[in-house]
């Protein structure tokens, strides 16, 4: 099942809202080795950045065939061979890993999903323990040119009790002074 208000704008107009190397930055994307997934890659304006960060594989997914041809023909011509993209609907079916096989979750503009805990359990099932969850979202305490519907729009403090309610802790807040329309934040699947 498609998240509700999910589809993507443009692809030129979506990236003049981010600056993706400074927010994998800001996120401890680099740590990542033992892997990553992308829960909704869009036009992998986040996929090709965090593959070029990473030790591991990046697994992207969507349930949208157009984004994941985007997403797949951009991996292949900058040959970037650590991308798997897949299309699958991580709500229906989970995103497809084993259980604690990766060290990153990316939810990039997802978590104003219907059920935001379900799919963090799902972030915390498939996490190695001290593997870090990265959300960025629309704020809602400014106006903004895009994004869900205020009513459905997470508030970083509904994502970090949701997390928390998944079982995730929280790490830290981050000030997106490189994308002022987002907030962001970090979360942990607990060593213990
Ligand atoms: C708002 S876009 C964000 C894309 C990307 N994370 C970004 O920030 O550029 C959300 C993406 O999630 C995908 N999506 C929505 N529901 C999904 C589902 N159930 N399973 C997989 N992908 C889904 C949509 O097709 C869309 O590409």
Known sequence: MKVRESGMPDETYWNTFFNPGCILERFDCAGSSRGLVEFGCGYGLF??????????????????PEMVATTEKKARDHGLT???????????????????????AMLF????????????????????PGGKAGVIHWRSDIETPRGPSLDIRPHPEQCRSWGQQAGLSFIRSEA?????????????????
Do not use: M
């Open 47 to 64: 996929t090709l950045p965090a593959a070029r960060l990473v030790q591991g594989q990046v697994f992207a997914l969507d349930i949208d």
């Open 109 to 128: 503009n997802i978590l104003h999903v219907e059920d935001p805990v379900g799919l963090l359990r799902e972030v915390f099932r498939v996490l190695a």
């Open 82 to 104: 650590n991308i798997v993209v897949e299309r699958r609907d991580f709500i229906k079916d989970g995103c497809g890993r084993p259980d604690a096989s990766v060290d990153y």
């Open 176 to 192: 997106l002074a490189c994308c002022s329309y987002h907030f962001g934040l970090l979360l942990e699947r607990p060593i213990s």
